[in-house]
């Protein structure tokens, strides 16, 4: 499966931005998706997951409460939705596929064979 990540800008502090990740070439719907960040000199991060089976959501601690994931099979296509956002919500954001996730490596890069191309997301005070 292919991912396109999109919607990333310029913001401030408090404003909201809905990021997008359009997948191709492959049976959307048996897909776990998952956002992942990268800051400047720090480690990806998982930001937010949601499932294939059922679409369970499940978050950082970070972002618990601001952002909201969804997918709409139809369109093939996942959504981050970022409320509130901070200067610290600034970094890459990625999207990430896997077809055979298992619940405890949800917030686990390495369980992801899929990624996107990443959107810049900056927010600044």
């Known amino acids: 499966v292919q991912l396109q990540a999109s919607g990333g800008g310029s913001v401030q502090a408090g404003d909201s931005l809905r990021l997008s990740c359009a997948a191709s070439?492959?049976?959307?719907?048996?897909?776990?998706v998952a956002w992942f960040r990268q800051a400047p000199g720090k480690e990806r991060e998982f930001v937010a997951a949601?499932?294939?089976?059922?679409?369970?959501?499940y978050y950082a601690d970070s972002v618990k409460g601001r952002f909201t994931c969804s997918r709409d099979n139809a369109k093939n296509t996942i959504y981050l939705q970022m409320n509130n956002l901070k200067p610290t919500d600034t970094a890459v954001y990625y999207c990430?596929?896997?077809?055979?996730?298992?619940?405890?490596?949800?917030?686990?890069?390495?369980?992801?064979?899929?990624w996107g191309q990443g959107t810049l997301v900056t927010v600044s005070s």
């Open positions: 070439g492959g049976t959307f719907r048996r897909y776990s």
């Open positions: 949601i499932r294939s089976s059922g679409g369970n959501t």
């Open positions: 990430a596929a896997s077809a055979t996730l298992i619940l405890s490596a949800t917030t686990s890069k390495d369980a992801y064979a899929y």
